[in-house]
């Protein structure tokens, strides 16, 4: 039987979990040398244990393994991202990796002692940028393997300190050209893997979540303008406070998400010209809204955008919900029970690189319990008994989609 071994599982992921972390948090900030050196391991730590292995002109890692050489009917691919947020979890993208590569190993590996030819190959991909956290291009790396990015959407992309992306990315190679040359495999499914990120699996003590959509969002900044003067001589009066205007912004942001049935966040404000004496003129805000329903989200935002006083949208990006695959949510689901692990179906409120794959080929995700419910954070963690419950759900699905006759049970 192909089994999934615990032990190199914790010893891979051990070994990632520890790249870029402090006492605040993992810190693999996409285009940073931490993430880049991560990137390198991955692809070195994958080329040893005998994969096809490379990093690709967006900066995505991939291993290979073509079993059905020599024809190619196409990949069957695991995966999920390698950057974190600042001062993240070790959690989040980095476990739906080596819980792709163990399964890569384990069906290689089984293949291989019993001469079993897949009907698909098989492989692992680690994305670049998921998170877009410095540049607000999030899902970066799998819009570069399905070819969904144009140049000037990049050409446009900067930091809160106005650093363009494209500066960023061309330290490490990543150039506009190469980002719309990326030639992928050629890709028949996607799985993720991912912690769930919220309260809902641990709360309910189930182990394994099947998503059913992942919940779109809209993303941006707004920036609020004010009149610069001296905090002490100005009445109350004759004050235009830009951060005032911003403060009523996120009061009201809070209010709509929870009549719209959504949420939304402002997680980054820029505050000029910052001085404790000095009546704020500009404040840059940045906005996330998100709901599974694509209405409710329209509704916050439009509700929202409405009344924000002084201020302008300066960027948004909006991601229509996308729903996964339903024969993948039904074999994941058909995995677990064969295991004995008891299932959620639910919606995932974390956006996921799988809600761009799932645009072009069948797509499906499962979920394992964050305790307490936290991630962004760096006391996000998964118990290791749900860790390898999801990396045999994951190896048990992956089985059933590519081995001749489905999961191999002797
Ligand atoms: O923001 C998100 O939902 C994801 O963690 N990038
Ligand atoms: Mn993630
Ligand atoms: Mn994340």
Redesign the pocket.
């Known amino acids: 039987m192909s089994m999934v071994d615990p032990v190199r599982f914790a010893q891979l992921f051990g070994n990632l979990r520890q790249r870029g972390k402090n006492d605040a948090g993992t810190w693999r900030v996409a285009w940073t040398d931490e993430d880049w050196n991560t990137r390198y391991w991955f692809e070195q730590t994958c080329r040893e244990l005998g994969f096809e292995a490379y990093t690709d002109a967006a900066g995505n890692v991939w291993a290979l393994w073509n079993g059905c050489s020599p024809d190619d009917p196409g990949y069957v691919i695991m995966g999920s991202h390698l950057d974190t947020?600042p001062a993240g979890g070790d959690f989040?993208g980095a476990y739906g990796v080596v819980g792709g590569l163990e399964v890569l190993l384990s069906i290689r590996d089984y293949c291989t002692k019993y001469g079993v030819k897949p009907r698909y190959n098989l492989g692992v991909v680690g994305f670049e940028d998921?998170?877009?956290v410095t540049f607000g291009n999030?899902l970066f790396g799998s819009r570069a393997v399905m070819h969904e990015w144009r140049p000037d959407d990049l050409r446009q992309l900067a930091s809160v300190d106005d650093r363009p992306f494209t500066d960023a990315a061309q330290q490490y190679g990543v150039t506009l050209d190469r980002i719309m040359a990326v030639q992928p495999p050629n890709i028949v499914q996607y799985i993720e893997l991912h912690i769930e990120?919220g309260p809902v699996l641990w709360d309910k003590g189930i182990p394994i979540g099947v998503v059913s959509v992942v919940a779109g969002?809209q993303q941006g900044y707004v920036r609020f303008r004010g009149k610069k003067n001296h905090a002490g001589t100005t009445p109350m009066d004759q004050r235009q406070d830009a951060l005032l205007f911003a403060a009523d912004a996120i009061a009201r942001l809070n209010a709509a998400a929870k009549r719209h049935h959504g949420v939304g966040t402002v997680g980054e404000l820029k505050v000029s010209p910052g001085s404790p004496n000095v009546i704020p003129e500009s404040v840059v805000a940045s906005f996330?809204i998100?709901a599974p329903e694509d209405a409710d989200r329209e509704a916050m935002f439009q509700a929202w955008s409405e009344g924000l006083l002084e201020g302008n949208v300066q960027f948004s990006h909006k991601e229509a919900s996308v729903p996964m695959d339903a024969s993948i949510q039904q074999t994941i689901r058909e995995s677990a029970e064969s295991l004995r692990y008891p299932t959620l179906a639910m919606p995932s409120?974390?956006?996921?690189d799988a809600m761009i794959m799932a645009r072009h080929v069948p797509t499906g995700m499962i979920f394992v319990p964050s305790a307490v419910g936290v991630?962004?954070a760096k006391d996000e963690f998964t118990n290791p008994a749900d860790c390898v419950r999801g990396v045999e759900v994951l190896h048990e699905t992956v089985q059933r989609l590519v081995l001749p006759g489905g999961a191999h049970h002797d």
């Open positions: 947020v989040d998921e998170e877009g999030s990120q969002r996330d998100r409120w974390a956006i996921h991630s962004h």
